[in-house]
């Protein structure tokens, strides 16, 4: 009996147990109404944040220096169940510096617009080579209080040394003053006499290898790419000429004007490129989507009422297949920014810079091969993340084969011919391919990279050279049409559905990839995907 009393408490212990959880409760009760009291739209937003990364930036765009002068607050929750003692960042604007580190995407473009451009007094060769370099200047780190923090910027990265370390789960705020001197020309950030927008303008927090407890630190790579981003949370405020449209990232909150300049306030969750591009020319054509959502192009001149309607049509089915085909994604309104050279197309989340409009429309369809791929890009390279540098397939493979996949399914297109069966579709289908050191915009097949029939598509970048996007594009894209013409296109719809279910918001790599595809439709569709992701010379379709 006695032992049996030890085990249960007696009334008067029980009593007192209650007593002191209630005043425990009450307690905490009362010390989260005076949190929310002191720091309500603090608590409100970190509750309804979607990523442990939030970028709050004022920048403003100085169309006489050249430069976007900003401010950014960068709140990082440590998830990465280690102490950390610094923060690491990507300066990826830096690649502009100097001509070895510059990319090589439109290299030809820049040297024929520098070619062009009038030798006087007023511009020397000097200066006016000048004007297609920049950089980012980092000009004080603090926390928000204002205490300096010791920083070292170099070699395209920012590393910040914390004043104490952060434990895991635990929150840091810091506060960054930069400069941005965008170069002028075609680049991924750019301005030209009437135009200016990109990406890279922002701080960009490094991949942590929680495993070694190290940071990604590799600098933009210039014949390819080294984008390997989080996806973050962004509250921007972008200060503009008034007379200025701009084309940004995220839903608009307001705009104001004052002084013959507007504030533009955007927010956005969970996005890995906040981009914008902004003209006093640009002119917006919105229309509202069935779903509710919106959806924008900005040109460059009045378009053709006819014309834009089957353009806008054309976008709204594109973007519909895909939503139908992989996932739907949570944006709201759509923007797509004609671009100041034919060259120049990018994706970035929810503003996508896209070909000329009068380039539009030609024998394929209403849509470009390059608006169809920036489109799927959205997919393939934004929602699901993945190191450029190791994984470029699954960005530039997937969303040039969806492209073809649209052609075949909403066109009748037949699938692209394919390297794998010894033949060789013209370069020009993929519209804006340049060769860097080539003349031509489209290089013959007889003419293609031998490296195209040396390396596999899963070579990472640097070992491909100035090759990568092409080898991953078009090697990338034949070996899907082959695997799905063995396997079917209702095979591929339940891949990429649960490859978007799996990977939307997170990194992905081929090998996870491949692996749901032999947890979702077997080993032997595995071992298919497999031994195409291997192969070197091509093989006839059996």
């Known amino acids: 009996m006695s032992n049996t009393s030890r085990f249960q408490p007696r009334p008067t212990r029980w009593k007192l147990a209650v007593t002191l959880l209630i005043i425990c409760l009450m307690a905490q009760l009362?010390?989260?109404?005076?949190?929310?009291?002191?720091?309500?739209?603090?608590?409100?937003?970190?509750?309804?944040?979607?990523?442990?990364?939030?970028?709050?930036?004022?920048?403003?765009?100085?169309?006489?220096?050249?430069?976007?002068?900003?401010?950014?607050?960068?709140?990082?929750?440590?998830?990465?169940?280690?102490?950390?003692?610094?923060?690491?960042?990507?300066?990826?604007?830096?690649?502009?510096?100097?001509?070895?580190?510059?990319?090589?995407?439109?290299?030809?473009?820049?040297?024929?617009?520098?070619?062009?451009?009038?030798?006087?007094?007023?511009?020397?060769?000097?200066?006016?080579?000048?004007?297609?370099?920049?950089?980012?200047?980092?000009?004080?780190?603090?926390?928000?209080?204002?205490?300096?923090?010791?920083?070292?910027?170099?070699?395209?990265?920012?590393?910040?040394?914390?004043?104490?370390?952060?434990?895991?789960?635990?929150?840091?705020?810091?506060?960054?003053?930069?400069?941005?001197?965008?170069?002028?020309?075609?680049?991924?950030?750019?301005?030209?006499?009437?135009?200016?927008?990109?990406?890279?303008?922002?701080?960009?927090?490094?991949?942590?290898?929680?495993?070694?407890?190290?940071?990604?630190?590799?600098?933009?790579?210039?014949?390819?790419?080294?984008?390997?981003?989080?996806?973050?949370?962004?509250?921007?405020?972008?200060?503009?000429?008034?007379?200025?449209?701009?084309?940004?990232?995220?839903?608009?909150?307001?705009?104001?004007?004052?002084?013959?300049?507007?504030?533009?306030?955007?927010?956005?969750?969970?996005?890995?490129?906040?981009?914008?591009?902004?003209?006093?020319?640009?002119?917006?054509?919105?229309?509202?989507?069935?779903?509710?959502?919106?959806?924008?192009?900005?040109?460059?001149?009045?378009?053709?009422?006819?014309?834009?309607?089957?353009?806008?049509?054309?976008?709204?089915?594109?973007?519909?297949?895909?939503?139908?085909?992989?996932?739907t994604l949570p944006i709201k309104h759509w923007k797509f920014a004609e671009a100041p050279f034919p060259e120049m197309t990018d994706s970035l989340n929810e503003v996508i810079l896209f070909n000329r409009l009068g380039a539009a429309g030609n024998e394929q369809g209403v849509l470009s091969q390059d608006v169809l791929r920036s489109i799927a890009k959205q997919w393939f390279s934004l929602a699901i993340g993945h190191n450029a540098l190791t994984e470029g397939f699954l960005e530039e493979g997937l969303s040039e084969f969806a492209a073809q996949y649209y052609r075949h399914e909403q066109e009748g297109a037949p699938w692209a011919m394919s390297i794998w069966n010894g033949q060789y579709p013209n370069l020009s289908s993929l519209d804006t391919w340049t060769d860097p050191d080539a003349g031509a915009l489209v290089i013959p097949s007889e003419q293609w990279p031998a490296v195209l029939f040396q390396k596999q598509v899963t070579t990472p970048a640097f070992h491909v050279g100035q090759y990568s996007e092409l080898l991953y594009r078009v090697k990338g894209a034949a070996l899907m049409v082959q695997w799905v013409q063995k396997s079917g296109t209702e095979a591929l719809d339940i891949v990429w559905h649960k490859y978007f279910q799996r990977y939307n918001g997170r990194m992905a790599t081929i090998d996870g990839f491949t692996n749901l595809i032999g947890s979702t439709l077997g080993d032997a569709r595995k071992s298919n995907m497999q031994e195409l992701l291997s192969m070197t010379s091509p093989k006839p379709l059996a």
Request: net charge neutral.
């Open 30 to 327: 009362l010390a989260g109404c005076a949190w929310g009291g002191k720091s309500e739209g603090k608590a409100k937003k970190e509750n309804a944040s979607s990523s442990p990364i939030q970028y709050q930036i004022n920048a403003k765009w100085n169309e006489q220096t050249r430069t976007i002068q900003s401010q950014a607050v960068v709140t990082i929750r440590n998830v990465f169940n280690r102490n950390l003692n610094e923060l690491v960042f990507h300066w990826f604007a830096d690649s502009y510096r100097k001509p070895e580190t510059m990319p090589v995407q439109f290299k030809q473009r820049n040297e024929q617009i520098r070619n062009q451009s009038p030798q006087d007094d007023a511009h020397s060769s000097h200066s006016i080579d000048d004007r297609f370099f920049g950089g980012i200047t980092t000009k004080k780190v603090t926390t928000l209080e204002g205490k300096a923090l010791q920083f070292k910027h170099a070699n395209q990265s920012m590393t910040v040394t914390l004043n104490k370390g952060l434990a895991p789960n635990e929150s840091v705020s810091i506060r960054i003053h930069y400069e941005v001197q965008v170069p002028y020309g075609a680049q991924r950030l750019s301005y030209t006499d009437d135009y200016v927008g990109g990406t890279y303008w922002t701080p960009q927090l490094a991949v942590f290898d929680s495993i070694q407890g190290g940071w990604n630190r590799v600098p933009n790579n210039p014949k390819y790419k080294s984008d390997f981003f989080y996806a973050a949370d962004y509250d921007v405020h972008l200060n503009m000429p008034a007379s200025w449209n701009v084309a940004m990232t995220g839903s608009m909150i307001d705009q104001s004007v004052e002084n013959e300049r507007k504030i533009v306030h955007s927010k956005v969750q969970n996005v890995r490129h906040f981009g914008f591009y902004a003209s006093p020319k640009y002119i917006e054509t919105k229309i509202d989507l069935p779903s509710g959502g919106q959806l924008s192009v900005f040109t460059f001149e009045q378009p053709d009422e006819e014309q834009m309607k089957k353009y806008t049509a054309a976008l709204q089915d594109a973007i519909g297949f895909y939503s139908d085909k992989i996932g």
